[in-house]
């Protein structure tokens, strides 16, 4: 497998530390609003990752974070904390938003049929590990105090720059004038932020003697840590994370614990809508529910993701949707066809030439004009299941009873020239989302939608 590698900007073959156990972090939610679209696509292409490792005859381990404290409104330390936000926002506590978030999250996950993390960590549940890295962050010389909070010193890394290629002296120059905060260069960042007298922030724990809470890069730091070790092959994030959230991360980990952090930083590019950005003042900000309204599946819309690659810009339309949502109909009748035809033996070099696509740094579009342009047997569509879990099979295994010998009736009907019979049939079967068509193989049910 080849995979793109932000870490070295080069495209490079997978090499896992101990392939039966592919140790790998995704950076979860922040569990403070309803997630929107383009928040999903990333879960999508990663667990694309998950089902090709698989494939390739790997055994991920994979961890997800829920973000429930600490990500404030701006990624430099600024800011309201979103929880408390949102706690605001609907008048209701920072652990019930959490709470509701997270499931909600969760339970769409699962809509878009994607395998469960083998663990899912709350930030909140690792403040006690969080404060023994900065304990020992200290330790090593690396933090300092201002009245705000605990930062890390970044100009003791030398290699600080490195991830992002950053350029500090750039940064420098661009501060706003008015940057007055302690900090001591225009890089640090809080590793843990002080609550300040009648300040409103719920979620507080005592550290140094005052109340404060995590800033949000460490919980990521610790959370690998804690359940995959020192040193993990594959970590995924957007693009969104390379300058910042990851570089921070890297910064805390590797002077924590004096190894190398991760071997392989998979980014996923953003998506736009409608050509512009995804922001709430847009009114652009579509939820899975709002696709669903409008007679789109989660899983119409996984198939537009999966027809880009991970790192291309997309931009999503209705329009766009629609195609995606055909041609995921057009899968699915031609793997029923194919079950009913009993064509169902396996293509192997078919197969391998799929996961070949995949497997050059998942190369989702390539393995699909594949599909499209070559004849598949039912296991072969069961392959494909399998690699991209768009849910084409399932159904077709499992045709009701009742739907199944209503197809023989509307036959008999027919045969006995009983049109009226079978037209009542086969508006009963549109009912059930089924058509028979007459072809010179004989009829063959499709679904309708
Ligand atoms: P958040 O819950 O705010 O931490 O967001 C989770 C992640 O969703 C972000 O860090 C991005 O990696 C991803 N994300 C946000 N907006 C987009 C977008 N328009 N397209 C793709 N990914 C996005
Ligand atoms: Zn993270």
Same mark, same amino acid.
């Given at each position: ?231 993990? *092959? ?85 329009? *766009? ?129």
């Amino acid at each position: 497998m080849k995979l793109y590698n932000t870490l070295t900007k080069k495209l490079e073959t997978f090499k896992p530390i101990n392939p039966e156990e592919v140790k790998i972090y995704t950076c979860g939610p922040t569990v403070y609003d309803y997630p929107h679209i383009g928040n999903y696509t990333s879960y999508i292409y990663w667990d694309l990752l998950i089902r090709a490792l698989k494939k390739n005859g790997f055994t991920p381990k994979r961890v997800l974070n829920l973000t429930d404290v600490g990500h404030l409104a701006s990624d430099a330390d600024e800011g309201e904390d979103k929880l408390e936000k949102g706690a605001k926002r609907e008048h209701k506590t920072v652990w019930e938003i959490a709470e509701y978030y997270s499931n909600y999250f969760l339970e769409n996950y699962n809509k878009l049929n994607l395998t469960p993390p083998d663990i899912i960590a709350r930030a909140t549940d690792y403040i006690d590990e969080d404060l023994a890295l900065i304990d020992s962050l200290t330790e090593k010389g690396y933090t300092y105090e201002t009245s705000d909070g605990i930062y890390f010193d970044t100009s003791k890394f030398p290699t600080y720059a490195d991830f992002a290629r950053l350029d500090l002296d750039h940064l420098k120059a661009g501060a706003r004038v008015d940057f007055s905060s302690e900090k001591r260069n225009i890089s640090d960042f809080a590793l843990w932020k002080f609550i300040k007298d009648g300040e409103d922030h719920a979620m507080r724990w005592s550290y140094r003697g005052r109340d404060g809470y995590p800033g949000w890069h460490i919980e990521c730091a610790t959370i690998i840590h804690e359940k995959l070790g020192e040193t993990i *092959d594959i970590h995924t994030g957007g693009i969104d994370h390379i300058p910042v959230h990851h570089t921070n991360e890297i910064a805390e980990s590797e002077c924590a614990f004096d190894k190398k952090m991760c071997n392989f930083w998979l980014h996923c590019n953003f998506i736009t809508i409608d050509n512009e950005k995804v922001s709430k003042s847009l009114g652009n900000t579509y939820k899975l529910e709002d696709l669903e309204e409008k007679g789109y599946t989660p899983l119409d819309f996984k198939m537009w993701v999966l027809q880009g690659h991970f790192q291309g810009t997309r931009n999503f339309s209705f329009d *766009d949707l629609s195609a995606a949502k055909s041609r995921r109909l057009n899968w699915k009748n031609k793997a029923a066809s194919a079950y009913q035809l009993k064509n169902i033996d396996k293509n192997a070099d078919l197969q391998e030439k799929i996961l070949e696509a995949v497997n050059e740094n998942l190369n989702s579009p390539e393995a699909f004009s594949i599909i499209d342009t070559n004849e598949l047997s039912f296991e072969d569509w069961k392959f494909i299941d399998e690699l991209f879990a768009l849910d084409l099979t399932r159904e077709i295994e499992n045709l009701p009873d009742y739907v199944s010998r209503l197809i023989s009736e509307r036959e008999e009907a027919r045969r006995h020239k009983n049109y009226a019979l079978s037209d009542e049939i086969r508006d009963e079967l549109a009912e059930n989302n089924i058509t028979v068509k007459d072809t010179p193989d004989g009829p063959i049910w499709q679904y309708l939608k």
